[in-house]
């Protein structure tokens, strides 16, 4: 295994010119991005995305709020539940679309910043720089590709196209103009289905593309070769900056929690759902979120397995040659021919070559630590927590958290 110097996580920095060309950004320039340049909603330099975040929030929400208002849907409950109890309108578009939007900043600074960090860490040796930079520049190729936005495009436009079906959803009850007999879908119901679910929708589908993307681009590294340290202390092998890029998707972990936690508290405030019917879901989404998002950094568990195996055979050859040399020097009293071993300064005494071994048996098999699990669980937990304090006291809520955990 390899003796290269220790590194630690690098700052989020501005990549130096000489980074530029082993990195890629898995957000600018990709084909809605040149689509929104063209029409000017991002400027010819930056990202655009606080233009981008209040345009398309007031894109979905404001029609809605205005028809609303003019037709006595709005907070009115003379004619059934108006579009202010339905939280998850309001969440969609004033929380979620912008979130999503704004979070692409982040996207873009953490892989322009973390990505040449392969390189400058060792873990791609000098002589793959070369193919690590062709990998890069494939990436950039398959982000720009148009193929997966056109498969996105047709699944918004299904979701579009199912709108006259749900029109009749508990969801959308707000919708109906009461001015009319009988009461018809207004104008508000159709502008949701047509424009607010089809943009969210597709906002969340390219954050999914981009967790294929990063998946993709993990897998590629790995294919180069990498010089993994298995006495590393970030317990990775010197992998362990890498669980830093999994911080892009927490905004988006918090939209979708948002998203289901707002649907949940309608039902369980106007229509009696017993918030204890939700355990069961709220698990199996806390499971399916913290699985489809640290999806890329697990492309790493073959050669970080690979690696404690191997080093675990070498080391603990190395550890018991030295064990035996101290026994037969100093218990049996013989002269060694050849002690190289026991004067090597970098082993040291028999207890630092054992706390070596020690620490590769404790190396994890892929570069997830506790931080990045409760970044991105925290995030997912806030809002359903707080549909399950409509009804329940949440210092009751936390308690059996703390008591689950301690």
Not at 13 to 39: M, Y
Not at 368 to 383: D, E, F
Request: aromatic share 10%; charged share 15%; net charge neutral.
């Amino acid at each position: 295994m390899s003796t290269r110097a220790e590194h630690v996580a690098p700052d989020h920095a501005e990549p130096s010119p000489a980074d530029q060309d082993l990195t890629l950004s898995l957000v600018r320039d990709d084909p809605p991005f040149r689509a929104l340049r063209s029409v000017g909603l991002i400027p010819p330099t930056g990202l655009g995305l606080v233009r981008r975040a209040i345009f398309f929030a007031l894109l979905s929400w404001l029609p809605i709020a205005i028809w609303s208002w003019t037709a006595g849907r709005a907070i009115s409950t003379e004619a059934g539940e108006p579009l202010l109890q339905h939280f998850g309108v309001h969440v969609r578009c004033l929380v979620a679309i912008p979130i999503l939007i704004l979070a692409q900043g982040l996207a873009h600074s953490i892989t322009t910043h973390l990505l040449p960090w392969f390189v400058k860490s060792g873990v791609i040796t000098p002589d793959k720089v070369s193919a690590f930079r062709n990998v890069v520049h494939g990436m950039l190729a398959l982000r720009n590709h148009t193929l997966p936005w056109v498969m996105i495009a047709a699944v918004v436009i299904v979701v579009a196209a199912t709108g006259p079906v749900l029109r009749h959803l508990d969801e959308l009850s707000w919708a109906m103009d009461s001015t009319k007999s009988p009461p018809e879908f207004g104008f508000g119901g159709w502008w949701f289905l047509f424009v607010a679910r089809p943009i969210y929708a597709a906002l969340v589908l390219g954050w999914l593309w981009r967790v294929v993307l990063l998946t993709v681009l993990f897998y590629r590294i790995t294919k180069l070769g990498l010089e993994i340290v298995p006495t590393h202390p970030d317990r990775a092998g010197g992998l362990g900056f890498v669980e830093h890029f999994a911080k892009m998707f927490i905004p988006v972990v918090f939209v979708l929690s948002a998203a289901v936690g707002s649907h949940w508290a309608h039902n369980v405030l106007y229509h009696d759902m017993d918030v204890q019917s939700l355990r069961v879901p709220f698990i199996i989404f806390l499971i399916v979120m913290l699985f489809i998002f640290i999806t890329p950094l697990l492309v790493f568990f073959g050669p970080l397995r690979a690696a404690r195996k191997q080093a675990l055979l070498e080391y603990g050859a190395l550890v018991g040659q030295h064990g035996d040399f101290v026994r037969r020097r100093w218990i049996l009293h013989e002269k060694l021919p050849n002690d190289d071993v026991l004067n090597a300064p970098e082993l040291g005494p028999v207890a630092d070559t054992v706390s070596l071994y020690d620490a590769i048996e404790r190396m994890r098999m892929v570069p997830i630590g506790k931080s990045i699990l409760i970044m991105l669980g925290i995030p997912a937990l806030i809002p359903l927590l707080l549909v399950f304090a409509i009804k329940v006291p949440i210092a009751d809520i936390l308690m059996k958290l703390l008591h689950a955990v301690g």
